[in-house]
C-alpha cells in the first residue's frame, strides 16, 4: 500500500512569514494527526482527525495554527504568523481509528523560521 | 496532561552489548506501542503491547508490558550498528489519541 505522502519536505520562512503543510494518509485511514517533533524531542500531538471531525486538538496553538480535513481524506496544517519557535518537523501520521491500530508516518516537513 | 516518561535519555554502547529503554506512566494505560525513528527518518511502528504482563519478542527486540499495566520496556539483545536511532514508547491515553515519551536514543559503536 502507499504510505503517507507530506508536501513539502523542506520550507525556509523568516518569522511573521505563513505557511502550509499538506498531507495524504494512507487509503481506507479514518484518523489522521498532526505532529510537531522538535529537535532532540518527542513527537507532540497537535491535532487528531476522525475522518473530517476534529478528536483532539488542545494542544494547538490556535492562535496561529490551524488546520483541516474538508473532505475527510487529506488535511492542511496552516501556521500564520510563524514564530522562530516553530522550527520543527511536522509528521503527519493515519490510522484506522481503532485503539490497536498503529499510526503510520509521512517522512515530515521541516520547517526552518530565520 | 497524561505523560509517559521514558528512560535513559540516550545510550552508548559498543556494538554486542544489551540495551534497555523504559517507558513510564502514572497511569494506567490501554496498551502501548513501541516505535523506532533513524535519523533523518519519521517513527516506524515496531509492536504494540495490550494486556497485562505480556512479552513479545521480534528477534532481538524484547518488549515487556507491565502487570499493572503502567510501564513498559523495550530489551535488545547483542546491539548492532543497525539499531542505531531513537526508540519511543507511545500510550493510548483513552479516547484513541496517542501520547509519545521523549525517546531513548541508541548510539552503537563498532
Known amino acids: 500500500e502507499a504510505g503517507v505522502a507530506q508536501s513539502p519536505r523542506y520550507k525556509i520562512i523568516e518569522k511573521r512569514q505563513s505557511v502550509a503543510f499538506w498531507c495524504n494518509p494512507i487509503s481506507g485511514h479514518a484518523t489522521l494527526y498532526w505532529y510537531q517533533q522538535i529537535l532532540g524531542q518527542g513527537p507532540k500531538l497537535l491535532i487528531q482527525?476522525?475522518?473530517?471531525?476534529?478528536?483532539?486538538d488542545s494542544q494547538l496553538p490556535k492562535d496561529r495554527f490551524s488546520a483541516e480535513r474538508l473532505k475527510g481524506v487529506d488535511s492542511t496544517l496552516k501556521i500564520q504568523p510563524a514564530k522562530l519557535e516553530d522550527s520543527a518537523v511536522y509528521l503527519c501520521?493515519?490510522?484506522?481509528?481503532?485503539?490497536?491500530?498503529?499510526?503510520?508516518f509521512g517522512n515530515g516537513t521541516r520547517l526552518t523560521v530565520t | 496532561g497524561q505523560q509517559v516518561m521514558q528512560i535513559p535519555q540516550y545510550q552508548h554502547v559498543q556494538e554486542g552489548e544489551d540495551f534497555t529503554t523504559y517507558c513510564n506512566s502514572s497511569?494506567?494505560?490501554?496498551?502501548i506501542q513501541w516505535y523506532k525513528q533513524r535519523p533523518g527518518g519519521h517513527p516506524v511502528f515496531l509492536i504494540q503491547l495490550v494486556k497485562s504482563g505480556e512479552v513479545k519478542k521480534q528477534k532481538r527486540l524484547t518488549f515487556q508490558f507491565g502487570e499493572a499495566k503502567k510501564n513498559s520496556s523495550l530489551h535488545i539483545t547483542a546491539t548492532q550498528t543497525t539499531d542505531v536511532g531513537t526508540y519511543f514508547c507511545?500510550?493510548?491515553?483513552?479516547?484513541?489519541?496517542?501520547?509519545f515519551g521523549a525517546g531513548t536514543r541508541l548510539f552503537v559503536k563498532a
Open positions: 482527525f476522525q475522518n473530517n471531525g476534529v478528536v483532539d
Open positions: 497511569t494506567t494505560l490501554s496498551n
Open positions: 507511545a500510550a493510548d491515553t483513552g479516547g484513541f489519541k496517542t501520547i
Open positions: 501520521a493515519s490510522s484506522y481509528g481503532d485503539s490497536n491500530s498503529p499510526l503510520h
